[in-house]
């Protein structure tokens, strides 16, 4: 069993940046597949990006591609998302995830495992 806690989030002004931190425990995090995932009040669970075991492949999706990037430490049992450029309707709650399979990386129902998400919020 893994567990992943995300830290991070708080109140940012738009244009700004944050980076979100992922700690994982429990598992061998090499093998896992990592991502991140948002939600805005009223809206489905939404893809932001995923890196692979290695960390030498990322994929994002097209709302963040630029602005944002994902990345790990392996040692530290860590992935990152650092946030540039923020908009308001970045404005959700941001989930770690893992998997262990590096197909479907962008379907909420294809990870194993969830952190309990921090919130990020972009207003002036």
């Known amino acids: 069993q893994v567990q992943l806690v995300e830290s991070g989030g708080g109140l940012v002004q738009p244009g700004g940046s944050l980076r979100l931190s992922c700690g994982a425990s429990?598992?061998?995090?090499?093998?896992?597949?990592m991502a991140w995932f948002r939600q805005a009040p009223g809206k489905e669970r939404d893809f932001v990006g995923a890196i692979s075991r290695s960390g030498a492949r990322t994929h994002y999706a097209d709302s963040v591609k630029g602005r944002f990037t994902i990345s790990r430490d392996n040692a530290k049992n860590t992935v990152y998302l650092q946030m540039n450029s923020l908009k308001p309707e970045d404005t959700a709650v941001y989930y770690c995830?893992?998997?262990?399979?590096?197909?479907?990386?962008?379907?909420?129902?294809?990870?194993?495992?969830w952190g309990q998400g921090t919130q990020v919020t972009v207003s002036s």
């Open positions: 429990g598992g061998t995090f090499s093998t896992y597949v």
């Open positions: 995830t893992a998997k262990q399979t590096p197909t479907g990386v962008e379907v909420p129902a294809e990870y194993d495992y």
